[in-house]
């Protein structure tokens, strides 16, 4: 709701303001805001609190901002030598300086932002936004650091569905073999051992796309 995502925005900013060192928080001049999106811009979620933090950080600060919204090439949630062209475009777009604070969205950033920041921006704080809890708890965070993190309520998904269709013995769950796809399939087996009694799970993660779209089709009735 825009009220939930308002109070979001204010922690934003008081997030902000403690993650600035003292000579960024004096220094005269506007400030640059490095965001950096998980799965592109355009990916409803982190779109929709990326361009209420800019909204609410433009009306409350003192000084201009300039934003600058970068899209990561692909999840980039482990190392690899396609990062470098990535790295390269960032320390060209501030020309050798320093932004004032980086804001990743979301896991694959927010890792891509701790494990590349000695390499371009050593010393700008970050600001970890629209991350899930449970990941934060993988993260060793420094004092220049700050997290927001989300949290969601899998068993009250559930349950909301079975609300809606009383009727639901079974549900698929539809996830692919990637890291961070493997690590959301473990944490949502561990929440939903709680219905273990009541409902049947469906785990698509083995079969290819194709092969889902068989699957599905041939899916039990109350799914």
């Not at 009250?156 to 013995?169: K, Y």
């Amino acid at each position: 709701s825009s009220l939930v995502r308002r109070r979001l925005m204010v922690l934003f900013l008081c997030c902000f303001v403690i993650s600035l060192s003292p000579a960024s928080a004096v220094a005269a001049g506007s400030k640059r805001v490095l965001m950096l999106y998980s799965y592109g811009r355009n990916f409803a979620a982190f779109s929709a609190v990326g361009s209420s933090f800019q909204t609410e950080l433009a009306e409350h600060s003192r000084v201009p901002i300039q934003f600058h919204e970068v899209s990561l090439p692909g999840p980039l949630f482990e190392p690899s030598e396609g990062e470098e062209p990535t790295l390269n475009y960032l320390r060209g777009l501030f020309g050798g300086d320093e932004p004032d604070l980086i804001v990743p969205f979301g896991g694959p950033a927010v890792r891509f932002a701790l494990r590349s920041r000695r390499q371009v921006f050593p010393s700008a704080p970050l600001l970890l936004a629209g991350v899930e809890a449970r990941h934060l708890k993988t993260f060793a965070l420094d004092t220049n650091t700050t997290a927001v993190a989300i949290s969601i309520d899998f068993p009250g998904l559930i349950e909301h569905a079975r609300r809606i269709l009383p009727g639901t013995t079974n549900f698929a769950v539809v996830l692919g073999k990637s890291r961070l796809e493997v690590f959301w399939k473990q944490e949502l087996q561990r929440e939903f051992a709680a219905f273990t009694n009541q409902l049947g799970f469906t785990w698509l993660d083995q079969y290819s796309l194709a092969e889902m779209q068989q699957q599905v089709g041939r899916l039990p009735p109350h799914t």
